[in-house]
């Protein structure tokens, strides 16, 4: 495994010799291709999704990426998007149509729910979001027209676990599409088509670039999936990266083992430092034994990654900013899955009008990166104390 991994990351799809042999694959920063004949024209008009044409369809770069990707999460074929919002929204669209029926896990990302409760229920599509802890809510959920199952699992803000071999047996007994968000484990730690869910969709701005440099997004499965995901969505919503953010991400994708593992060895070393603290509640971090779904998470994933959120002892608002004010090496910004340390508050949630979620104020949600995990410990206590 180790072997064929650092294979996918170092070389599977770089076509050196196509690219003057240069260690580095260069950038195919073109937005169209020439024909030297009309027979080769309607050849690429004819393959538009396989073959140089017109960058939003296909782009050199572009598909080496994708080429990695897709054997990163065990697929047939992946698609790149502009953002991992894009992905999940193309995936959900393609599979869907008026008078259709969704079920979601509850407290999904939140532009997931977006998409489904905003936007979606325009055309006539309706959700019903169920407790994901137990596998069966879906099948519970299921009325005839439901089409499509979304999972996330666990999820980047409560970290509830969904059994994904239950959910997928449920879904290919009724003949629904499923699809997971798998950001959070990233490929290394999980890979929901094992346990027979059809899609899987990445935020590639996290773990996969892993340098907080690039927004993109990452949709997997097969051959078939892609492929109508691509002539229809992908081509009409037009969320294409650029050829510079798929070189990026493969750079990024270059230490996806090294950043993961040593990200999830400081998350280890942080949640369970937190976890004996007396200022500290609660850490929600699924391979904690306290965590109510551990044994799943033990099952399901291969280990666990560098975010979490922890639950102060604070009796009030003005001491959970003490606390992260106070935090030097955890910077205050949204967003996780790079190297550096970050820490996002929920009481920043709070406006004019009152608290914009209904996750209590005494959250923090901490991204573990990759530095020196004694450095991270020791800049928490000190926090912790001013609480
Ligand atoms: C960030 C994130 C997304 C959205 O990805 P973008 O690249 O920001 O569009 C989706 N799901 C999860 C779990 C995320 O953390």
Redesign the pocket.
């Known amino acids: 495994m180790s072997e064929d991994l650092s294979h996918l990351l170092t070389h599977l799809g770089e076509d050196r010799e196509r690219g003057y042999d240069a260690v580095v694959p260069p950038i195919v920063q073109s937005g169209n291709f020439t024909y030297p004949t009309v027979a080769a024209m309607r050849h690429a008009v004819q393959n538009e999704m396989e073959m140089p044409l017109y960058t939003r369809g296909f782009n050199p770069t572009v598909a080496m990426a994708r080429q990695k990707l897709a054997a990163l999460e065990h697929a047939e074929d992946a698609l790149l998007f502009s953002?991992?919002?894009?992905?999940?929204a193309a995936a959900v669209i393609s599979f869907t149509k008026a008078d259709d029926h969704v079920v979601c896990v509850h407290k999904?990302?939140n532009?997931?729910k977006k998409l489904l409760s905003e936007l979606l229920v325009r055309f006539g599509v309706e959700t019903t979001y169920v407790d994901g802890s137990d596998a069966e809510n879906y099948r519970r959920a299921c009325k005839p027209n439901t089409t499509f199952f979304i999972t996330?699992s666990p999820?980047?803000l409560t970290f509830e676990l969904q059994d994904l071999r239950v959910v997928a047996a449920i879904a290919k007994e009724k003949k629904i599409t499923t699809l997971c968000?798998n950001?959070?484990s990233s490929p290394l730690f999980q890979n929901p088509i094992d346990f027979g869910i059809d899609m899987v969709?990445?935020?590639?701005?996290?773990y996969l670039n892993g340098h907080s440099d690039v927004?993109?997004?990452v949709l997997a499965g097969s051959k078939a999936h892609m492929r109508q995901v691509m002539s229809k969505e992908f081509m009409t919503l037009g969320a294409a990266p650029s050829p510079h953010d798929a070189w990026l991400l493969v750079r990024g994708l270059r230490t996806l083992e090294l950043r993961v593992n040593r990200s999830a060895d400081n998350a280890e070393k942080v949640a369970r430092f937190l976890e004996a603290h007396p200022k500290v509640k609660r850490v929600h971090w699924p391979f904690l034994e306290s965590h109510p779904q551990h044994a799943l998470a033990k099952r399901q994933m291969k280990r666990c990654g560098g975010l979490m959120t922890i639950e102060l002892d604070a009796t009030d608002e003005a001491a959970v900013e003490r606390f992260c004010d106070h935090l030097k090496r955890f910077l205050m910004a949204v967003?996780?899955?790079g190297y550096e340390s970050l820490q996002w508050p929920v009481c920043a949630l709070k406006g004019p009008d009152g608290y914009l979620t209904d996750l209590p104020f005494n959250m923090v949600r901490l991204y573990v990166g990759i530095e020196e995990a004694q450095l991270l410990i020791e800049d928490l206590g000190q926090a912790l104390g001013k609480l």
Request: contains cysteine; aromatic residues 14%.
């Open positions: 953002s991992g919002s894009a992905a999940v999904p990302y532009w997931t996330e999820n980047s968000d950001s959070y969709a990445h935020s590639g701005t996290k927004v993109c997004g967003s996780w899955g």
